[in-house]
């Protein structure tokens, strides 16, 4: 019998990169693409478990499911972090913290 690939290995892989470079977009992203991935992952390593001699890409399945992880972990420990400001200074606290940093580099 001849080997195949695992159907979603390369889009769990891309959105596990996806996933990490997404951080700084405030986590939303990275967590959305994580989650995303990681769903994908688990369902690709199910059809795995079930014949492993079938198929040939579970390396890519295994990498992009770490990068999924990394992904969703660093995104929400990023976007709790937004929240946690916002709703400790508020909206006119971030503004006024902006324009500090803002004059601090002389750029205002």
């Known amino acids: 019998m001849e080997n195949q690939k695992l159907p979603n290995a390369t889009i769990v892989l891309v959105l596990g990169i996806l996933s990490v470079l997404t951080i700084c977009c405030y986590g939303i992203f990275s967590v959305i693409l994580g989650a995303i991935g990681l769903v994908l992952a688990n369902k690709d390593a199910k059809l795995y478990a079930m ?3 079938l198929y040939t890409n579970y390396s890519n399945l295994k990498i992009g499911k770490v990068l999924n992880i990394i ?3 660093l995104g929400a420990v990023f976007l709790i972090a937004i929240i946690a400001m916002v709703v400790s200074l ?3 606290g971030l503004m006024q913290m902006q324009q500090e940093l803002l004059r601090r580099q002389g750029l205002q």
Request: aromatic share 0%.
């Open 90 to 92: 508020g909206e006119e």
């Open 71 to 73: 992904g969703l972990v």
């Open 51 to 53: 014949n492993p001699t």
